[in-house]
């Protein structure tokens, strides 16, 4: 019994950030962005072809995202920035969008961060703690549908 109530709450903490990525989109039209996806927001971070595929990286401040949507920052969070990933085919363009990502962040401070990043309309993507000014490390490995194993690792200054 014990076992299948922490399966189920589990599983509901997956729902949670699912249920917030599904209403991402449409939900909010009033905002602005329409069916925007969250890839056509905020500036690369990063950009790579990383055998025959094209890495895109953006990293977004919760705080402005949110204010844009008209939405508030919920209370208690801390994380402050949302890193995603798309990839394309290099030579076709096409948006590969079955796999798994790993990014670690290091801080300035040294300390890290490790995520899986979960897949959302079109793209990759989790929220992190960038929240100290300085230089961050930021690290990804990736394996998509393909099954080859693919790295990419760049540097990210908050002012």
Do not use: C, N
């Not at 949670?16 to 962005?33: E, L, T, W």
């Not at 590969?96 to 990043?117: H, I, S």
Request: proline share 2%; charged share 30%; aromatic share 6%.
């Amino acid at each position: 019994m014990k076992k299948g109530v922490v399966v189920f709450a589990a599983l509901m903490a997956l729902a949670a950030p699912v249920a917030f990525a599904a209403d991402h989109g449409k939900a909010h039209d009033m905002s602005g962005h329409g069916d925007r996806s969250m890839m056509e927001m905020g500036d690369v971070a990063h950009q790579e072809v990383v055998d025959g595929v094209k890495a895109t990286f953006k990293v977004l401040s919760m705080k402005e995202h949110m204010k844009a949507m008209k939405m508030e920052m919920p209370k208690g969070m801390k994380e402050t920035h949302h890193i995603m990933v798309e990839f394309k085919d290099a030579k076709t363009g096409k948006a590969l969008t079955e796999g798994e990502v790993k990014v670690k962040v290091q801080g300035p401070d040294k300390g890290e961060q490790t995520k899986d990043l979960m897949g959302m309309q079109g793209h990759f993507g989790a929220d992190f703690d960038l929240s100290k000014k300085g230089k961050y490390g930021i690290m990804s490995k990736f394996k998509l549908k393909d099954g080859k194993v693919r790295s990419s690792k760049f540097w990210y200054t908050v002012k």
